[in-house]
């Protein structure tokens, strides 16, 4: 296939064993399988990519769902790749884990686990004031954060306790360790964001 990428569901981490008994930590993801839902050509939309739908939406809209029914879908997800040659795609088709083989190197794009608020020794790994001296209160305080008379407020970015994860996160330069057609899965070396069952896109990245 010649698209950059698809998106999948990321199910655990698991050890993939070589031909030669060498061991590798993979992360398996569900890659599709995605429906393209709308193919983007150059002169109706100013550029060429191919948008493609993942899982099942429990509702749509009816701006949605009268976007998507040339697909037949009814996708939670909708995506754009880019791809080489657009004439190989059309809306409805369907696109597995062939799109992957091993020694591909991928960029991985999910969302990290939600940790609720954290203060600054959890989330920024601070050190934590003096623990001694009668400073029984000071062990997990973040410290100054700003001078009073110049400038006499907080800078923005002052790193403070706060909403710790959920954000999303790239890993780069990851590697296609293997790829099952049949069972629609990819194994790629190492970990990627988010938790079990989370969305994530899986892209192509040149060799």
């Not at 569901?9 to 399988?33: L, W």
């Not at 739908?53 to 697909?71: T, V």
């Not at 997800?77 to 809306?91: M, N, P």
Request: proline residues 3%; contains cysteine; hydrophobic residues 35%.
């Amino acid at each position: 296939m010649t698209i950059a990428g698809l998106l999948g569901r990321k199910i655990g981490m698991t050890t993939y064993y070589h031909d030669d008994g060498t061991a590798e930590p993979v992360t398996v993801v569900e890659v599709g399988p995605c429906t393209v839902t709308q193919v983007k050509t150059e002169a109706r939309d100013g550029y060429e990519a191919v948008q493609v739908g993942f899982g099942r939406a429990n509702k749509l809209n009816r701006a949605d769902a009268g976007h998507q029914s040339r697909s037949g879908g009814n996708f939670a997800q909708l995506q754009e790749f880019d791809v080489d040659d657009l004439s190989k795609f059309e809306v409805g088709q369907e696109l597995k884990a062939d799109v992957f083989e091993a020694g591909d190197l991928v960029k991985v794009v999910g969302t990290s686990k939600g940790r609720g608020f954290a203060g600054v020794v959890r989330r920024y790994n601070f050190r934590g004031g003096p623990k001694t001296h009668g400073q029984s209160d000071r062990h997990r305080a973040p410290g100054s954060i700003g001078a009073g008379s110049s400038p006499g407020r907080v800078w923005p970015g002052t790193r403070m306790g706060g909403h710790y994860g959920v954000d999303r996160i790239t890993v780069k330069g990851l590697k296609v360790v293997a790829a099952d057609v049949d069972k629609n899965v990819v194994l790629v070396k190492g970990s990627v964001p988010g938790a079990k069952n989370g969305l994530v896109r899986i892209e192509k990245q040149g060799n």
